[in-house]
């Protein structure tokens, strides 16, 4: 029996939504992580942080790696703010080489690390994937108060945004067949909807309350949660 859980990663993991409303960022009392904890009795310490990349997480593990141990099992979640990137730089020169705030080959070692950090001190991990985002409102989303042609110039389409964040997806699933390390494709649970994007926030990137009880389903739905 499953009595505890604790989950590393960044806003998504943490419950993080945009109230429309009220025209902010906001914690959902019904995020994926309470309503797994609710619905199955389950204890989820969760250290999940707004803006966090693979190396920030690596970080607030540490904090934390002397107790993986004492949890059943030790969820990580990120790519998302690792493919994103500094949008102000690319709007201001759109011709000039620009790096993700993680590259992906360094945020495919430093995933790896981490992995291997939670198993050298006891824990047991289970990756997600990432949620998929809607191109369109994530890109009107980062163009407000910048020059939107010249990231548009710089991304040659709307839809590369959707592509990128997808290539940082796979990553997350290739690593953990790699590992031997079981995962949960939320992303899939989303794609198979046939509009996934009324299950997004306002911005295209954080799942709303629809989204966030598509994802408890798909844990519910592992037979080791």
């Known amino acids: 029996m499953i009595e505890n859980i604790c989950i590393f990663g960044d806003s998504v993991a943490k419950g993080v939504i945009f109230d429309s409303a009220k025209n902010k960022y906001r914690l959902l009392k019904e995020s994926f992580a309470n309503l797994v904890q609710h619905r199955q009795n389950i204890a989820i310490s969760n250290y999940a942080k707004f803006g966090c990349t693979i190396s920030m997480g690596n970080s607030i593990l540490g904090r934390h790696e002397a107790q993986l141990s004492t949890f059943d099992f030790t969820i990580l979640e990120f790519g998302g703010n690792d493919c994103d990137y500094n949008w102000e730089e690319i709007s201001n020169q759109p011709f000039k080489m620009h790096m993700?705030?993680?590259?992906?080959?360094?945020?495919?070692?430093?995933?790896?690390?981490?992995i291997e950090r939670v198993r050298k001190n006891g824990g047991i991990p289970i990756l997600l994937t990432l949620p998929p985002i809607d191109s369109i409102r994530y890109f009107q989303w980062i163009s407000?108060?910048?020059?939107?042609?010249?990231?548009?110039?710089?991304?040659?389409?709307?839809?590369?945004?959707?592509?990128?964040?997808?290539?940082?997806?796979?990553?997350?699933?290739?690593?953990?067949?790699?590992?031997?390390?079981?995962?949960?494709?939320?992303?899939?649970?989303?794609?198979?909807?046939?509009?996934?994007?009324?299950?997004?926030?306002?911005?295209?990137?954080?799942?709303?309350?629809?989204?966030?009880?598509?994802?408890?389903?798909?844990?519910?739905?592992?037979?080791?949660?």
Do not use: M
Request: glycine share 6%.
């Open 100 to 114: 993700a705030k993680t590259p992906i080959k360094q945020f495919r070692e430093e995933y790896i690390a981490l």
């Open 144 to 225: 407000k108060g910048l020059n939107g042609k010249n990231i548009l110039a710089y991304l040659g389409s709307v839809d590369a945004i959707h592509t990128w964040q997808g290539l940082y997806s796979t990553a997350v699933t290739e690593i953990a067949a790699a590992c031997k390390v079981s995962i949960i494709d939320i992303r899939s649970t989303f794609l198979e909807k046939q509009d996934y994007r009324e299950y997004l926030c306002e911005d295209g990137i954080h799942p709303n309350s629809k989204g966030h009880l598509l994802i408890s389903n798909a844990i519910d739905k592992k037979t080791f949660i």
